[in-house]
């Protein structure tokens, strides 16, 4: 299954605010289609679905990415959800997002894919790019990505910066200083059912 590309407010309207989506809010508070405004009771698998999905377009990964996201997260020490999680946000992509240098992950994948940033000192185009603390990332030494930076930095997605970051607006210079803690995360999302819905497809 490829990454979505279609309409984002017609996702959000569905799964509800995704804040690394889009940063636009539906004018509609239903979902989109003929049946959006009947209330059909969810099953369980349904529900579980759901907030797959909603892992799955807020940071902008494919199904098969995020299987592989699982899988290692199982592997990983302490509670699944809470490494699937990390995983995800500690991504080049998300990151940079993070630290206000573009207004959504997409945007901030972009930067990341057309070669505008830099770890430690050598351009990463890779937006799933795994940071880890100590990382420094910067915008690349040219006026084309400092320009598009700047101007990415007057929308900015989220407000507040995690506590694992740091960002200097004015050098454009940024730090991981550690792994990101759940209280950071934006999205609402119960991240138990996530796992049940891999172990019960397993």
Known sequence: MSRYRGPRLRIVRRLGELPGLSRKSPRKAYPPGQHGQSRKKRSEYGIR???????????????????RYVRKARRATGSTGQAILEMLEMRLDN???RMGMAGTIPAARQLVNHGHITVNGRVVDIASYQCRPGDVITARDRDR???LIKTNMEYPGLANLPSHLEFDKDTLVGKVNG????????????????????????
């Open 95 to 97: 990151t940079v997002f």
């Open 179 to 202: 792994i990101i803690e759940r209280e950071w995360i934006a999205l609402q999302i119960n991240e138990l059912l996530v796992v049940e819905y891999y172990s019960r497809m397993a």
């Open 145 to 147: 990505s400092r320009g």
């Open 49 to 67: 679905l759901e907030e797959k999905q909603k892992l799955r377009f807020n940071y902008g990964v494919t199904e098969k990415q995020l299987v």
